[in-house]
Structure formats: C-alpha cells, structure tokens
C-alpha cells in the first residue's frame, strides 16, 4: 500500500484546534441570542430577525421608521405613520403638492423642504427603531458603518435551511449568522396593495439611516441568491426585515468582559510543559490533505477553516503587554490575531515574529506553524530544528508531519523497513486515537479498520478513502455509514458513480431511494431498475420507490406503459406521497397515457403537493399566479 500524494500540509489547523475545543458561540442579551463576528468596531450581531424564533424564520416586516408590522397589502405610502400627504397616481412616491396646500408630508427625518416638515435629522430615534421597540434599548437597527463592515470583512455563503434560502454570513473568527433572503413588501406599478417579492432571492434590512441624497428613502442591506451584496437605497414605506445589532456602549462592556475572562485563562501557565496541552486534547480532527505544496494560500485555507475556543479573540493592549511579557499562551493568541487581523491589522511579520518567540519558549504548536510557514517561502533548518523539539515533547501533529517529511511520501512504494519505522513512530498518537496518525498507520499497515476508525473521528478525507476502498471490496453497508456520517462534508465529496454504486447496493432503505432519484434524474433507467430489483430481493418496500419505479415505466413513452405507471402514480398520490402528487399533475397537464391533456385534474393534483410542502409544485403554481 502507499499513499499517492507528495508532502502535504493538514496538520496547521490541528495544532491550533489543540489550543481551542468547540465551545458556545452565541451569548444571550434581553433574552436574545447575539454572535461577535471578530469585527474591528466589535459589533455584536444578533442571530435572529425581529419577530422570529429561530435563524431562517423571516420574522415580521417593519417600514422604516415603524416599530409595528402590518397587513401583507399594507405597505403603502398611504399606511405609512411619517407621512401625512395623499399618494396620487405613483405609488412610488407620496403627492408633492404646494407647501401652502399641505406643508406637511413627511413627519419626521426630513432634510428637503417640498418632502414635508424639515428636521435634518437623518438616524433613527430609539422611539422609532423596531429593533429597540421590540427587544429593548440594548438593541438597535445597525448604522450604515456597520453594514459596510460587514460587507468588508466577512464571507457571504449561501444555503437552503429548510424551506428558506438564506446567506451565512462569516466572520473571519469563524463565527456566522444565518439571513434568510426572504424577499420585501413593496407596491407594484399599477396596483393599490403592497405584496412580498423576491422571496428566497433577495433579503433586504433596513439600517437606521436615511439615504444621504433623498429623504423618501433609507439605506439597506440587500443580499441576492446570485452572490450580490451591497447597501442600497429603498422608497421608506416599503417592508423590509430588521436585524439587529447590541448597543455600542453595551457591546463595548460585554467586549472588556469576555477579553477580561479571555485573558485570564489564556495566562494560566507559563511553562512549556504546561501550555502543550497534546496529552489532554481530545483528540478530534478537523481538517484535510490540502495541496502538493507548501505555500501561503493553502495555509491560508487551512485558518480559513479554524473553528477557536475562544469566540471573542482579538487583539487588546492587555493581551499585547502579557504576551510581550513572555507568556507562550498570549504570544500564541497573539500571533494568531495578527495572522487574521482579529481586532487589528493583518500583520504577517508580527504574526511570525509572535509564534518564533513561543516556538523558541517551547510551544509545540508553535513550532509546527513555525514548519509550515517556513516551508511556504524556502526550506528552512531552523524550523526543522524547532519540529524536531516538538516531537520530542511527544506532539501527535508533529511526530506525524515530521513522519510524513522524513518518508517523502511519493509515488513510490515504501519499503517494509521504512514501514516498520514509521509504524513505531505513530503507535503512541494512534493509541491517543490522532485521527490523521491512524489513517497514515492505516495506509501503511494495509488496515482499512485504522481507516475508518480515523473517518469515524471526523477525518473527512479518511472517510473518502474508505468508502472507496469498502466499494471496491463491496463492503456497502460499511460505505454507506460513511457516506450518511460525511453527507453535508464537502471534503468528503464521493465521485457520482460510486456513490450510486453503494446506494444501490446498500441495505439502507433511504439511502436506496436516494440512488433510485439520482438514476431516474439522470435518465439511468437500467440502474434504477437493477436498484429496484435488489430492493425487492431484500424485502426492501418504500413508497417513493414505487414510485420512481412507475416513473422508469412512465418514460419508456408508449401509452400503454404510461397508462399503467399513472394507476401507480393514483394510488400513491391518494396516500399523500408528494412525488406521486407531482408526477400525476405532470402526467394530467401532458396527456401522458391519455387521449389529451386534463388541465383540471392537473392544477388539482398541483395544489395538493403545493400544500403539502411541494417547492416545485408552489414554484409552479405561482408562476402562473395561482394561489393553493
């Protein structure tokens, strides 16, 4: 057996997730649950909408200004409470008659004489934010700063929870939010009531502040289902959602407290011995092989994927002068912060200078970043000499990246001697149960048991590895476990054809359905039906297989065939199954084993998977303006 990359570098993360154990990200204020996104004002944003329970949940819809939401067709100009005149003809706008008829238009946050009674005043009092309205004067809306922070320093991904598209927004600490895009209440040219638009392409929020150029409107964030995201200026009436943010006086308190606790428990020790916390860390891995080569953007992705400890870790004066002070934990955290400009700018010279001094104090972690990022610009033998004072402290990560170093892991087979060596050099972190020691022990032994005992410690290209190698010996079920452990890890991403080898195979009825879908989808009908077949062999019965069974028929297109997949189609649709329901409406709208089309039985069947939770037959419905 040999392993076929050159030297790679998986350990870096690793050596920081020794320092950090997962822990809480979220802290609750007022009942509130808040997330510090490691950004340089130290804005605490909360993890939910005004008036929702949970991330995803859209919460209520507010225009600016208001503190209470309204009607679904409510969001007019004519609705809304800071607006005295009468909309004629364009809803867009409110009726700018003379000031001697109706000086008054806009109540209040007005600058432009002809819009109403001018104020200057262009951020929203706490009276008439939704956010303090609605959750107390900790809270507010956030300012437009806060907005293009967030813009400026984090990552927008994006993902369905549940039945709602949303953006994770992540800070460079890790932390995330969830937004859901859940549309806005804005009046269509040529109607009178306002209705939501664009759900679950765009999430719009309002800010506190006023557009600088036009009173009538407000400043946003607006967020698109196809990476988009800016701050924008909407008409004020229109509803939008709000997230908040904590108080600024109060984040500021909550910031010198965690940083007090923080620092605290970072100067705990200050001797080698006891801040190499290798021989107590729970030994869990959480990285990946990354690349051929040593250089600064894989690193970089490998901090990309660092979940700390410490969720509110940034750079203070406090930590700066304790670390300067000789304290190896401050000097990690602190390296850590440059690295990441946590709190501070991204400083790669300070960052390297903070880990060389620990690394020289004894810090094995340390040391091993020291390696690698030695390696990123040259070989360098004075980081070598500092890998070599870790593993003789007995560090897991270096003994096995000084392991995968000294063998110069190529595509040539290792010798039995060298095999021996390296066994007996990663014995004792494979009996800490190091999860990249056992899959190289694994590797090296021929043992595909060491394999999957590293996937099993959450290892994703361990368990990539031996659902490939438990297909091959068609251990499916193995596989299979694997592959349910590993489904939402992109690092574990099984190529197609295997992983419908092993779903068809397997003896997991869900799992096998899932194969059926992915061979009907792809027009494989000889696969679903083999898959079929296996499933009555094993006494294997579901209903959405029979279904898709009935659908492989349906697709042989003569009528006869049709005719009989539409009277399995019938009698699982009456049971409530959501694909029959779907499928039959699409049999009825194409006359599909009939003398034609039956639009009647077809919108029928089509509203009965629409309540039922069916995306496609709502996207269906309402594409043609129908309601269910």
């Not at 890890?489 to 869900?510: F, G, K, S, T």
Request: charged share 20%; net charge neutral; with cysteine.
């Amino acid at each position: 057996m040999f392993i076929r990359y050159k030297i790679k570098i998986f350990l870096l993360l690793n050596v920081f997730t020794v320092c950090f154990v997962f822990g809480a990200k979220c802290q609750e204020l007022n009942g509130h649950d808040y997330v510090d996104l490691a950004l340089p004002s130290g804005t605490l944003w909360a993890t939910c909408n005004v008036g929702a329970n949970h991330p995803a949940e859209w919460g209520e819809f507010y225009a600016w200004g208001e503190t209470k939401s309204k009607a679904k067709g409510s969001y007019t100009w004519l609705n809304y409470s800071l607006n005295k005149g009468k909309a004629l003809g364009n809803s867009e706008r409110p009726a700018l008659v003379t000031p001697k008829i109706a000086p008054e238009k806009l109540l209040k946050y007005c600058f432009i004489s002809r819009h109403g009674v001018v104020d200057k005043i262009n951020e929203l009092a706490l009276v008439d934010d939704a956010a303090s309205a609605n959750w107390g004067k900790d809270w507010r809306m956030p300012s437009v700063e806060q907005i293009e922070e967030l813009l400026t320093y984090c990552n927008f991904e994006y993902s369905w929870q549940g039945n709602a598209y949303c953006s994770i927004i992540r800070g460079r600490n890790g932390n995330s939010i969830v937004v859901p895009l859940s549309g806005n209440y804005v009046v269509i040219p040529g109607e009178k009531t306002s209705r939501n638009i664009d759900v679950n392409k765009g999430g719009f929020y309002w800010t506190r502040n006023l557009s600088g150029s036009d009173d009538l409107y407000a400043i946003c964030l607006q967020i698109s289902d196809n990476g988009s995201k800016n701050k924008s200026a909407e008409i004020r009436y229109k509803g939008l959602n709000v997230r908040p943010v904590v108080c600024s006086h109060v984040a500021d308190t909550i910031a010198k407290a965690n940083g007090a606790a923080m620092l605290k428990e970072i100067v705990g020790g200050n001797s080698a011995a006891e801040t190499d916390e290798a021989k107590n860390f729970p030994f869990t891995s959480c990285t990946y092989y990354l690349s051929h080569s040593f250089n600064n953007t894989n690193i970089e992705n490998l901090f990309n994927t660092f979940i700390e400890r410490y969720p509110y870790l940034r750079y203070t004066t406090a930590l700066h002068d304790v670390a300067m002070s000789g304290n190896v934990n401050a000097l990690f955290m602190l390296g850590y912060c440059y690295y990441r400009g946590l709190g501070t700018d991204i400083n790669q010279s300070l960052s390297r200078e903070c880990f060389m001094k620990a690394a020289e104090m004894g810090d094995s972690r340390s040391s091993v970043i020291m390696f690698v990022l030695g390696f990123a610009d040259k070989y360098d033998r004075k980081c070598m000499g500092l890998l070599e004072k870790a593993v003789q402290a007995g560090f897991s990560p270096a003994i096995v990246l000084k392991t995968i170093f000294d063998t110069n892991l190529t595509e040539s087979t290792i010798g039995m001697e060298q095999k021996a060596i390296i066994k007996k050099n990663l014995k004792p972190s494979v009996e800490q149960g190091y999860a990249e020691a056992e899959y190289l022990y694994g590797e090296y032994c021929d043992s595909i048991d060491y394999i999957e005992k590293a996937a099993l410690h959450h290892y994703p290209y361990a368990a990539k590895r031996a659902i490939q190698l438990f297909a091959k010996q068609k251990d499916y079920n193995r596989a299979i476990r694997l592959v349910t452990l590993f489904k939402d890890n992109p690092e574990c991403d099984v190529a197609r054809h295997l992983l419908l080898e092993i779903q068809l195979n397997c003896d997991v009825p869900e799992e096998l359905v899932r194969g059926l879908k992915t061979a009907y989808e792809a027009k494989n009908y000889d696969a679903v039906k083999y898959g079929y077949s296996r499933a009555k062999e094993k006494n294997i019965s579901l209903p959405d297989m029979e279904v898709i069974m009935a659908l492989c028929i349906r697709a042989e297109g003569d009528t006869n065939s049709c005719s009989m997949a539409n009277k399995t189609l019938t009698e699982y649709a009456e049971q409530g199954n959501i694909l029959a329901q779907e499928e039959l409406a699409f049999s009825y709208e194409k006359g599909l084993g009939m003398s034609a089309p039956d639009m009647a039985n077809a919108f029928t069947w089509y509203r009965k998977a629409a309540q039922n939770g069916s995306q496609k037959a709502q996207n269906y419905l309402k594409n043609r303006n129908m309601k269910w």
